[in-house]
């Protein structure tokens, strides 16, 4: 892991280009640049904003539960995707099927 992958999402964005978003839509495509970068643990601190809002919701909750699948949570990841489907990202049940196939322990409540 190199250095900005231990910052904070803020931080690692103060850092590099000097300035944090200041809407929901701003912090949705922080998030997806994380997401190129592999580093899930700092899309999952963007998408805080984005989840909160209609227009962003159904994105940022799909890069939600493939970041939490990445850092193994596969209970988070579970309830991530199961919100997922829900929002309209029909293609997410896949995943979540393959989740609880993997996963046998794992229930949805």
Known sequence: MDASTKLSARDSLIQTIG???????GWLYCARG???????????EC???ALR???TKK??????AFSFLHTLQPEA????????????????WQCLVELLMDNPKLKLT
Do not use: M, W
Request: proline share 7%; hydrophobic share 40%; no cysteine.
């Open 53 to 55: 809002n209609d227009r």
């Open 19 to 25: 300035f944090v978003p200041k809407d929901p839509i």
């Open 59 to 64: 994105e940022a909750q799909h890069l939600l």
């Open 77 to 92: 990841a579970l309830g991530a995707f199961f919100k997922s489907v829900v929002l309209g990202n029909d293609t997410d």
């Open 47 to 49: 998408l805080t904003p």
């Open 34 to 44: 994380f997401y190129k970068l592999r580093q899930y643990h700092q899309v999952i």
